[in-house]
């Protein structure tokens, strides 16, 4: 009895240690302030939040939105610059962004003619649900319900690309006419 309590004690005290540590890591209330939250007292009854009570909370911090003036924290580091308007030297001049607006239209009519052509040769293949067996298919019927789910999916899923490409370049400007 001596042998077992002496191997118990250290793995007792080690899951006393783990299971104290969360406990004092974690703050003691948290606030919620719209979509934010904070474990400061004084933030959080000068904002008017909510105490949030029961339940684990997990906060991952996001992107801070950029703003006119620098932040505190943008200030103190060396080298961060603010982010300023552009100017007159970056901005693109109407001539070239006309340029850069025919070949995005280029670009997206020649993706749109690849993806037609695909969807052709898909609805060809799958023949409205029913597409030929192979060889191999007649033996193991599964296959070829597994090709035809398969071509129904790809079918669906290059349907939904012809109609952004769609809705993208009738969302471009109208392509200047060519004389």
């Excluded at 001596?2 to 240690?17: E, G, K």
């Excluded at 000068?46 to 943008?74: D, F, H, M, S, Y």
């Excluded at 997206?108 to 060809?124: P, S």
């Excluded at 090709?147 to 690309?161: C, G, N």
Aim: hydrophobic share 40%; aromatic share 2%; glycine share 6%.
């Amino acid at each position: 009895m001596q042998m077992l309590y002496i191997f118990h004690r250290p793995v007792a005290l080690a899951l006393l240690a783990a299971l104290a540590l969360p406990a004092a890591a974690a703050p003691d209330k948290i606030w919620r302030c719209g979509n934010e939250y904070t474990n400061q007292p004084g933030d959080a009854k000068a904002r008017g939040c909510k105490l949030v009570e029961g339940g684990n909370l997990t906060v991952i911090e996001g992107l801070k939105p950029q703003g006119g003036a620098r932040t505190a924290a943008a200030a103190s580091r060396p080298g961060a610059a603010a982010p300023a308007a552009r100017s007159e030297a970056e901005r693109v001049d109407s001539a070239e962004q006309r340029a850069r607006d025919a070949d995005a239209r280029a670009i997206l009519e020649a993706e749109l003619r690849k993806a037609e052509a695909r969807q052709a040769e898909l609805r060809q293949e799958y023949q409205g649900g029913e597409p030929e067996p192979r060889p191999e298919e007649l033996r193991h019927p599964t296959l070829h319900q597994q090709r035809s789910a398969a071509l129904k999916e790809q079918l669906a899923r290059v349907d939904a690309d012809v109609a952004a490409l769609r809705r993208e370049l009738a969302r471009l400007a109208p392509a200047p006419d060519r004389k």
